[in-house]
């Protein structure tokens, strides 16, 4: 990195605000994906263009969650649970099977799939507008202590952690943050590639690990919408299924316990079937499943890890250290089952160099720039 950047910021707090305030959440996720972008450009050019920073990760991501925010594809998976009773029986047993049998025709199964829709959009965009409220800011606050000239970043960084909150990420704490661009920094005039990329993929995973921790609620709310809309709102707003949960009480048949079984396998059923990261080029991968098709092998400078750090918080979930596990999550609604897929996808993708490039075609970013959803493909 030189001494000093000098050059005016892609991002500024302000745009960032402007964001954040759009009310129309599709135009908001557009508008957050791109500044994502535009911030992991900045980002590079303050630390490192070979490894790929949060904001490069969270660009895909960002664009991947706009599919449902948008509507655009309809959870086939949840339909077919729902009419197919072959597939249903085995999830979740003859009783319930017995239940679906006698009371589907009165459950309007199109609505219920609309509702959790709409819903799932709802919790996306939450969680897509939070995320990008806490973290944006603070990377264009950091991007602007580290292109200033080399007399000043070290108090400038040194002001910038010290505005961080205390405490824990659940607790509305940055301690992780402060931990990651405390990473971020040094990696930016390291010589060795080595050390250097085991510097950027810990501040990745530990900036990973802090807006799961805060997405929690939303991801786990999204992820429960089918069961709640067709337990509660669908069989479970039937004269006759609450009649039966009540005679079955006695005997410890509860709602709440046949909700959380059903849900159990649902969170399971969907985090293999149904998740998907879009990447670039057209590349999907699966977030669940056995064989996780991996586009690369792992990078060389991020072989053999030797950092105590990265170590420890790869050990948190995941017990083999040096080698990429070949299956994907179990279910994507536990804390540990995401941070176990995300820290691999970011040490298999830290140096793919095609994450840097444009989420969006030039024509769609002409749209969003002037504050319009695009209306052909973006």
């Known amino acids: 990195m030189v001494d000093h950047l000098g050059a005016d910021p892609i991002v500024t707090l302000e745009e960032i605000a402007r964001i954040t305030e759009e009310a129309n959440p599709v135009l908001r996720n557009l508008r957050i994906t791109q500044c994502y972008h535009d911030l992991s450009t900045e980002i590079a050019r303050v ?35 729902l009419r197919d009773e072959a597939r249903l029986r085995p999830r979740v047993g ?3 099977t017995w239940i679906y049998r006698h009371t589907a025709a009165k459950v309007d199964l199109l609505q219920q799939a609309r509702n959790t829709i709409q ?7 939450d969680g897509n507008r939070k995320v990008f409220a806490e973290l944006a800011p603070l990377f264009a606050r ?26 824990p990420s659940d607790r509305d704490g940055q301690d992780v943050l402060r931990r990651a661009f405390s990473n971020y920094a040094p990696a930016a005039g390291e010589t060795d590639a080595g050390t250097r990329a085991q510097l950027m993929l810990l501040a990745n ?45 006695p005997i410890g048949i509860r709602r709440e316990r046949v909700r959380a079984a059903i849900q159990e ?55 083999d250290t040096q080698r990429l596990r070949t299956h994907g999550a179990d279910n994507w609604s536990r804390l540990s089952d995401r941070m176990g897929f995300i820290c691999e996808l970011f ?32």
């Open 94 to 96: 003859r009783l319930f």
């Open 47 to 81: 630390i490192d263009t070979g490894n790929a920073n949060w904001c490069t990760f969270a660009t895909w991501a960002s664009r991947t969650a706009g599919i449902s925010i948008r509507d655009q594809e309809l959870p086939r998976v949840l339909l077919h649970l």
């Open 142 to 167: 950091f991007v602007g202590a580290m292109a200033s000239p080399a007399t000043e970043r070290a108090s400038r960084l040194q002001a910038f952690l010290a505005d961080l909150r205390p405490g």
């Open 205 to 249: 995973c530990q900036i990973g690990l802090h807006e799961q921790t805060r997405l929690q609620d939303d991801i786990k709310g999204a992820m429960d919408a089918p069961v709640a809309a067709f337990i509660s709102d669908g069989l479970g707003s039937l004269l006759l299924i609450r009649l039966a949960f009540v005679l079955l009480w």
């Open 119 to 125: 819903h799932v959009s709802e919790e996306v965009a």
């Open 265 to 319: 396998e649902w969170q399971s059923v969907a985090t293999r079937f149904s998740m998907r990261l879009s990447l670039p080029g057209g590349r999907v991968l699966p977030l669940g499943g056995d064989a996780i098709p991996w586009p690369s092998q792992i990078p060389e400078a991020l072989h053999t890890l030797s950092n105590p750090e990265l170590i420890a918080l790869r050990q948190r979930f995941d017990d």
């Open 347 to 378: 040490r298999a993708e830290q140096q793919s160099q095609d994450l840097f490039g444009q989420p969006f075609s030039p024509a769609a970013r002409g749209d969003i720039a002037r504050g319009v959803v695009p209306q052909g493909g973006i």
